[in-house]
Every structure is written in C-alpha cells, then in structure tokens.
C-alpha cells in the first residue's frame, strides 16, 4: 500500500553512481601522495594551529562579571 508504485520517477544513472560510490567509498580509496597530504594537514597541521594560536592567548581574556567601561584583556 505504501510502496513506491504510485510514484515512478526515471531515475538519474549519475546519482544513482554517485550513490554507490559513496555507499562503498572504502572500496575504491587508495592511498596517493594527494590523500596523504590532505590527511596530514588535517590531522596535524590544523590542530597545530589552533594549539598554537589557543595557547597564545590562555589567560589573557577575562570575561566573567565585567562592567562597563572595563577592560577585557587582564595584561
């Protein structure tokens, strides 16, 4: 009853191969030097930088029970 008989659409061959390579993307994916790299940065690189640019500013910025007028860097 509550099937798709009632509703028969042509279906687009490339979605439909978009939606099997997506569904078995561990299957096709190989190691290059380009995944490898994308991996890298995003694994090590970025969170460096966030570390870095976190650890900067660690303790330089109070926010609680500020009035106004006052500053919001402690240093």
Known sequence: MAGLQ????????????LAHLSTNRFK?????P?????TFMYGVVVPTIFGVIAYQNDG???????????????Y
């Open 60 to 74: 330089k910025y109070d926010l609680r029970a500020k009035r106004r007028g006052d500053l919001l860097v402690e």
């Open 34 to 38: 380009r995944t490898a790299g994308i």
């Open 28 to 32: 096709y994916f190989r190691w290059t």
């Open 6 to 17: 009632h509703f028969r659409i042509a279906l687009d061959p490339a979605i439909q191969k």
